[in-house]
């Protein structure tokens, strides 16, 4: 189950043009002329989204770089440090995945504000889920803590979470998370057998 959780994830990046050329690799040639930040942005770091992707892309306030992805990166950033060690490591993955999701955008000079936005918004489920392939335990699933839970809530603002665009994620996000969960009941993993606190919260909204 736990394998057919991480197909999910895979089909939903692979689904959308833009992450999907990311997982099927972003030749370093295709982004010559850029910073090596911009080429592999830089874990911990929130610049990208300024000195890179709003470079290219001038959406300015209204866009996504501009307008959420830093903002929120730069507020997440500043919650971490409250945040026990488990969530603090899916920060600092979650922040990257997200940006690494963008890179790709970084080949076209002509990429519209719009498509950079909704190319950015189907990027979290996945990032939140399964920001890094490798260690699968790092995901939003399988944070338990009720002290990160509320820094990661209230971290959201409340006009942005209720969006009509949010509430779609969150219900990809649960999805993905049931997989998870039910294959630790069945299978008896170290992880805790008992729905997630975050998405026992989220769940109504979908």
């Given at each position: 189950?736990?394998?057919l959780?991480?197909?999910?994830?895979?089909?939903?990046a692979?689904?959308?043009?833009i992450t999907g050329?990311?997982?099927l690799d972003v030749?370093?040639s295709?982004?010559e002329?850029?910073?090596?930040?911009?080429r592999?942005?830089l874990?911990?770091?929130?610049?990208w989204?300024?000195?890179?992707l709003e470079?290219?892309h001038p959406?300015g306030?209204?866009?996504y770089?501009e307008?959420?992805?830093l903002v929120?990166?730069?507020?997440?950033?500043?919650?971490?440090?409250?945040?026990?060690?488990?969530g603090?490591?899916?920060?600092?993955?979650?922040m990257l995945c997200?940006?690494?999701a963008?890179v790709?955008?970084?080949?076209?000079?002509h990429?519209?504000?719009d498509d950079?936005?909704?190319?950015?918004?189907?990027?979290?489920?996945?990032?939140y889920?399964?920001?890094?392939?490798s260690?699968?335990?790092?995901?939003i699933?399988?944070?338990f803590?009720p002290?990160?839970?509320?820094?990661i809530?209230t971290t959201?603002?409340?006009?942005d979470?209720?969006?009509?665009?949010s509430?779609?994620q969150?219900?990809?996000?649960v999805?993905?998370?049931?997989a998870?969960?039910?294959?630790?009941?069945?299978?008896?993993?170290?992880q805790?057998?008992?729905?997630?606190?975050?998405?026992?919260?989220?769940?109504?909204?979908v």
């Open positions: 189950m736990r394998d959780a991480s197909l999910l994830v895979l089909l939903l692979l689904s959308h043009p050329a990311l997982l030749s370093p295709e982004l002329g850029y910073p090596e930040g911009c592999t942005p874990a911990g770091s929130c610049s989204y300024h000195d890179c470079q290219v959406c306030e209204e866009g770089a307008g959420y992805g929120y990166c730069r507020r997440f950033k500043e919650r971490a440090e409250a945040l026990d060690e488990k603090r490591t899916w920060v600092n993955a979650t997200l940006q690494n963008l790709p955008f970084l080949r076209s000079q990429a519209p504000c950079i936005l909704d190319a950015a918004f189907d990027s979290h489920p996945i990032c889920t399964q920001p890094d392939p260690r699968p335990d790092v995901s699933c399988y944070l803590s002290w990160d839970i509320w820094n809530l959201v603002k409340v006009a979470l209720f969006r009509p665009r509430i779609k969150i219900a990809q996000v999805k993905i998370c049931t998870y969960y039910t294959h630790d009941i069945v299978g008896s993993s170290p805790s057998p008992l729905l997630s606190p975050l998405s026992s919260l989220l769940s109504p909204l």
